[in-house]
């Protein structure tokens, strides 16, 4: 099946991007989160106009996403969340939490753009990925702590 991607996709493409995928990949994951639109000799006019605003979008100079990497390892984010007395969380933390606790510190990231190896379940720091620039990505470390506030969630 024959796509044009309107999201970027990991492992797959940036958005203009016109890709061959799988019938049932296409038809099943793609096409109803609105990652991609069948390819037609109309849909493929419309590859200019995603790649334009794409470009508006993305971060141009490499020294620039240089920068903004240095930024964002630079900068120490800790982040309270709920936990048990083991020092497992209720819940694990989502790639929304990560961009949440980013853009409070300062930084605007893309949530799409976060990559977590493992689902992080536990306190402490662990490291997350974040892609600046094609050819740029930081390692990004925040420290999940419990909140200061012993009168943070059910109150009794």
Not at 91 to 98: N, R
Not at 114 to 135: D, F, M, W, Y
């Amino acid at each position: 099946m024959k796509l044009i991607l309107t999201n970027e996709v990991t492992n797959l493409g940036s958005p203009g991007d016109i890709v061959e995928v799988k019938d049932g990949y296409g038809r099943n994951f793609l096409l109803p989160r609105n990652f991609a639109i069948r390819w037609s000799k109309g849909a493929a006019k419309q590859v200019e106009s995603i790649k334009a605003a794409r470009a508006a979008h993305a971060i141009h100079d490499l020294e620039e996403a240089k920068s903004i990497k240095g930024n964002l390892e630079a900068s120490p984010i800790n982040v309270p969340v709920r936990a048990g007395a083991g020092g497992r969380l209720f819940g694990a933390v989502t790639v929304a939490d990560i961009a949440e606790a980013l853009v409070a510190s300062g930084a605007k990231v893309d949530k799409r753009r976060i990559e977590v190896g493992n689902p992080i379940k536990s306190l402490g720091a662990h490291t997350v990925s974040v892609r600046v620039h094609p050819e740029v990505s930081a390692q990004v470390k925040p420290t999940w702590s419990p909140p200061s506030s012993p009168l943070t969630g059910r109150h009794r």
